[in-house]
């Protein structure tokens, strides 16, 4: 990278590369001249493209991130009367993370630093409009609003740094290029020094995020209503609330079901991994309505002793009688209703801190009242961006949140912005950036990875049947392959390319799954010229379960490798996995380079910037094994992800709740409870491994 550019550019010969896999993609296209870019394809923002004639018009192309259904139909009626001239296609990079564009973790950090500023009007609505919450309370509700409008202004940046690489890439003039993204209101708070939107033309949809009639504007008139109807339905059924439960002191936990239960990797209840808290105590709660209460579900609890709830009509399933609505407050509907009527002639700032307040009021009450009369006192839940409501929810009814991640994260930023009362950390690389990202947890604690199940064998057999089945037929080494959640179709060709001209080389491929299909899935489904079907007619090629947890590959395989983060490969890196990492977006630049621990060991070591100094790596160790005995070795830095290593993660976090139910048993409050918890984990793991809270 060219130092003199700025930190979204690119430079020429890095276009030029990119350019050759864009003329593959490209068939029979005419030139491109107008190009809208945008994150909702809604029916408003389709009239408005055709009362400009930008539809009509061969050369010009319009990308969505989501289309509604009613666009949907709109443009399927002008593409049956044969009037669509335009191409009119999703995004099929948005964040561009294969490319010498990614600047995805860039993005977040400088995002969220440039917003930071908005605290302030943010405080003093609170202290104004909530002075009878808690300080915590309203802590949170200001760093949730910052979490939000950070992500919103993330897509925009996303949508403007694609405008400029379409400009580099494809020839068509800035000028010719329009963004439209709901997070435009927020332009006027960013820094004039913050050039990546100079030269861009960016719109604000109609009906978005800072119109007064907006759908997000408009939730907590949502919220009310949905709730009234739930309660119309419930005397009409004759549903009745539960009889609140009696815990002597010590109050129960609940864990809401995110993942499938029964998956070591990713479970509800790891923390509850060699814990003695009695499962009578415990509560899965079901708000998903792509996790619903099934009988499936419900029977896999009841034979671990948990009693199933629901906390939303959404995710009941196939048990509506698990769940009871809750009366929100009149003095809170008043309030909600009051600020989002005086919000409809206020300025977009005001009016989105008013809207979204209330939002978090509301949705905070309903959880609290539902959790409170299963005597929950500690709560589990998988949210982290945007809108936090349930530690809000916790903090009304006196209880704690507390929360570990699943990903390990390559920067600072709105979504590693932690919130929880108490907050489990993988080791000092996560910590340092969640507390870079302003965490506001009171206690922060060091516990290693509940991801990583070295008792796991779902996967041993068949995983080492493959590569003994790929060295038997000649392959020199075996490459473990992880991709990401975002199409990679640059990643893929220069992959596939690779196996093909490299006989001795065979690789597993573990596919991130995405909503529809896997990563992989879309390349196969596309065929790539054909390289797909070449390279499996090689039979050296696998392509793994999609829900293969990574550190399964690492006793199997000579390396792996991921791209975009370095999440799966550190996952690897725990269990002693010799790792390669792809980097395009150079993590070790400027801002995030105190992040960037596998770029310590040095270059090529780890990380590499680009395809062909990997494989010329992997190609030397084919030819001489004993040619680059550091290749891949992260151990010197694999402490900073996780110190531990022993299996213990989930159990640690166990430990902890029992010391606190243990604490509040003994008649302390929640402050002192917790304290005493934190206080129990240093001395028993060490003082280093409580990172706030002493």
């Given at each position: 990278m060219?130092d003199?550019?700025?930190?979204?550019?690119?430079?020429a010969?890095?276009?030029?590369?990119?350019?050759?896999?864009?003329?593959?993609?490209?068939?029979?296209q005419?030139?491109?001249?107008?190009?809208w870019l945008?994150?909702?394809?809604?029916?408003?923002?389709?009239?408005?493209?055709l009362?400009?004639g930008?539809?009509?018009r061969a050369?010009?192309?319009v990308?969505?991130r989501f289309?509604?259904?009613l666009a949907?139909?709109?443009?399927?009626?002008?593409m049956?009367?044969?009037?669509l001239r335009a191409?009119?296609r999703p995004?099929?990079?948005l964040y561009?993370?294969?490319?010498p564009?990614?600047r995805?973790f860039?993005?977040?950090?400088?995002?969220s630093?440039?917003?930071?500023?908005?605290e302030?009007?943010?405080?003093?609505?609170?202290?104004?409009t909530?002075?009878k919450?808690?300080?915590?309370f309203?802590?949170t509700c200001?760093?949730s609003?910052?979490?939000?409008?950070t992500s919103?202004a993330?897509?925009?940046?996303y949508?403007?740094?694609g405008a400029h690489r379409?400009s580099?890439?494809e020839g068509?003039p800035?000028?010719?290029?329009?963004?439209?993204?709901?997070?435009?209101?927020?332009?006027?708070y960013?820094?004039?020094?913050?050039a990546?939107?100079s030269g861009?033309r960016?719109m604000?949809p109609l009906f978005?995020?800072?119109?007064?009639?907006s759908?997000q504007n408009?939730?907590?008139l949502?919220v009310?209503?949905r709730?009234?109807?739930?309660?119309i339905?419930a005397?009409l059924?004759?549903t009745?609330?539960?009889?609140?439960?009696?815990?002597g002191?010590?109050p129960?936990?609940?864990?809401?079901?995110?993942?499938?239960?029964g998956?070591?990797?990713?479970?509800n209840f790891?923390w509850?991994?060699r814990?003695d808290?009695?499962?009578?105590?415990?509560?899965?709660?079901?708000d998903?309505s792509n996790v619903?209460?099934?009988d499936?579900?419900?029977g896999?609890l009841?034979?671990?002793?948990?009693?199933?709830r629901?906390i939303?009509r959404?995710?009941t399933?196939?048990h509506?009688e698990?769940?009871a609505p809750v009366v929100l407050?009149?003095e809170?509907?008043?309030?909600a209703?009051?600020e989002w009527?005086?919000s409809?002639f206020r300025?977009?700032?005001?009016?989105?801190?008013?809207s979204q307040v209330a939002l978090?009021?509301?949705?905070?009450?309903?959880?609290a009242r539902q959790?409170e009369?299963?005597?929950?006192?500690?709560?589990?839940?998988y949210?982290?961006?945007s809108?936090?409501f349930?530690?809000?929810?916790m903090?009304r009814?006196?209880?704690?949140?507390?929360g570990y991640h699943?990903?390990?994260?390559d920067?600072?930023?709105?979504?590693?912005?932690r919130?929880?009362?108490?907050?489990f950390?993988?080791?000092?690389h996560?910590s340092d950036i969640f507390?870079?990202?302003?965490?506001?947890?009171p206690?922060?604690?060091?516990n290693?990875?509940?991801?990583?199940?070295p008792d796991d064998?779902?996967?041993?057999?068949?995983?080492?049947a493959e590569?003994?089945?790929?060295?038997?037929d000649g392959?020199?080494?075996?490459l473990?392959v992880?991709?990401?959640s975002?199409?990679?179709?640059?990643f893929y060709r220069?992959?596939?390319?690779?196996?093909?001209?490299q006989?001795?080389?065979?690789?597993?491929?573990?596919?991130k799954p995405r909503v529809?299909a896997?990563?992989?899935e879309?390349m196969?489904a596309?065929?790539?010229?054909?390289?797909?079907e070449k390279a499996?007619?090689?039979?050296?090629?696998v392509i793994?379960?999609k829900?293969?947890?990574?550190?399964?590959l690492?006793p199997?395989?000579?390396?792996?490798?991921g791209?975009?983060?370095?999440s799966?490969?550190s996952l690897?890196?725990?269990m002693?996995?010799r790792?390669?990492f792809?980097d395009y977006?150079q993590?070790?630049?400027d801002?995030?380079?105190?992040?960037?621990?596998l770029h310590?060991?040095?270059p090529?070591?780890?990380?590499?910037?680009?395809?062909?100094?990997l494989e010329?790596?992997v190609?030397?160790?084919?030819e001489?094994?004993?040619?680059r005995p550091?290749?891949?070795?992260?151990s010197p830095?694999?402490?900073?992800?996780?110190?531990?290593r022993?299996?213990?993660?989930?159990?640690r976090i166990?430990?902890?709740?029992a010391?606190y139910l243990?604490?509040?048993?003994e008649?302390?409050d929640r402050?002192q409870?917790?304290?005493s918890?934190?206080?129990?984990?240093?001395?028993y793991?060490?003082q280093?491994?409580?990172?706030r809270g002493l």
């Amino acid at each position: 990278m060219n130092d003199d550019l700025a930190w979204y550019e690119v430079d020429a010969e890095a276009v030029e590369r990119s350019r050759e896999h864009l003329e593959e993609r490209r068939v029979n296209q005419p030139p491109l001249r107008e190009l809208w870019l945008m994150e909702f394809l809604t029916m408003p923002v389709l009239l408005g493209l055709l009362m400009r004639g930008s539809l009509f018009r061969a050369g010009a192309r319009v990308e969505y991130r989501f289309l509604t259904p009613l666009a949907e139909k709109g443009l399927d009626l002008l593409m049956r009367i044969g009037v669509l001239r335009a191409v009119v296609r999703p995004h099929r990079d948005l964040y561009l993370c294969d490319s010498p564009w990614n600047r995805v973790f860039t993005i977040n950090l400088k995002v969220s630093r440039a917003l930071r500023d908005l605290e302030k009007p943010v405080n003093a609505y609170l202290a104004r409009t909530m002075p009878k919450t808690s300080a915590y309370f309203r802590t949170t509700c200001r760093a949730s609003l910052l979490k939000m409008w950070t992500s919103q202004a993330k897509v925009m940046a996303y949508l403007t740094l694609g405008a400029h690489r379409a400009s580099q890439l494809e020839g068509i003039p800035l000028e010719n290029i329009r963004v439209m993204s709901d997070g435009r209101w927020l332009l006027d708070y960013f820094p004039a020094s913050f050039a990546l939107f100079s030269g861009v033309r960016i719109m604000q949809p109609l009906f978005s995020a800072s119109h007064p009639l907006s759908m997000q504007n408009a939730m907590p008139l949502l919220v009310i209503a949905r709730n009234m109807v739930d309660h119309i339905r419930a005397r009409l059924t004759g549903t009745k609330p539960p009889t609140p439960v009696e815990h002597g002191g010590a109050p129960n936990v609940g864990t809401t079901i995110c993942w499938p239960l029964g998956t070591p990797s990713l479970s509800n209840f790891a923390w509850y991994d060699r814990c003695d808290i009695p499962p009578a105590r415990l509560w899965g709660l079901f708000d998903r309505s792509n996790v619903g209460a099934t009988d499936e579900k419900v029977g896999q609890l009841a034979e671990m002793g948990i009693a199933p709830r629901a906390i939303s009509r959404k995710a009941t399933g196939g048990h509506p009688e698990l769940y009871a609505p809750v009366v929100l407050p009149m003095e809170d509907v008043v309030q909600a209703a009051t600020e989002w009527v005086k919000s409809l002639f206020r300025a977009p700032l005001t009016r989105g801190i008013a809207s979204q307040v209330a939002l978090q009021n509301l949705r905070s009450v309903e959880i609290a009242r539902q959790v409170e009369r299963l005597g929950i006192g500690v709560m589990f839940h998988y949210q982290e961006d945007s809108l936090d409501f349930c530690t809000p929810a916790m903090e009304r009814i006196g209880g704690i949140r507390v929360g570990y991640h699943w990903s390990c994260f390559d920067g600072p930023g709105g979504s590693t912005l932690r919130t929880h009362h108490v907050t489990f950390c993988w080791g000092r690389h996560n910590s340092d950036i969640f507390m870079d990202s302003g965490a506001i947890s009171p206690h922060v604690l060091i516990n290693g990875c509940p991801m990583v199940v070295p008792d796991d064998r779902r996967f041993e057999k068949t995983i080492q049947a493959e590569v003994d089945a790929l060295r038997s037929d000649g392959a020199k080494l075996v490459l473990g392959v992880f991709d990401g959640s975002t199409l990679s179709w640059q990643f893929y060709r220069s992959l596939l390319d690779w196996l093909l001209r490299q006989p001795d080389l065979a690789m597993m491929v573990k596919s991130k799954p995405r909503v529809t299909a896997t990563n992989w899935e879309m390349m196969a489904a596309h065929g790539l010229e054909g390289r797909v079907e070449k390279a499996l007619a090689t039979g050296r090629l696998v392509i793994l379960d999609k829900y293969t947890p990574p550190y399964a590959l690492a006793p199997h395989v000579d390396y792996v490798m991921g791209i975009t983060t370095t999440s799966a490969v550190s996952l690897c890196a725990m269990m002693g996995a010799r790792v390669l990492f792809l980097d395009y977006e150079q993590l070790d630049r400027d801002e995030l380079k105190p992040f960037a621990t596998l770029h310590r060991l040095g270059p090529e070591r780890c990380v590499f910037r680009s395809m062909e100094a990997l494989e010329q790596a992997v190609a030397e160790v084919i030819e001489d094994p004993q040619s680059r005995p550091e290749l891949g070795d992260a151990s010197p830095v694999v402490d900073a992800f996780d110190p531990f290593r022993d299996g213990m993660a989930g159990a640690r976090i166990g430990q902890y709740v029992a010391w606190y139910l243990e604490a509040m048993e003994e008649g302390l409050d929640r402050e002192q409870a917790m304290q005493s918890a934190t206080r129990r984990y240093a001395e028993y793991w060490g003082q280093e491994y409580v990172v706030r809270g002493l």
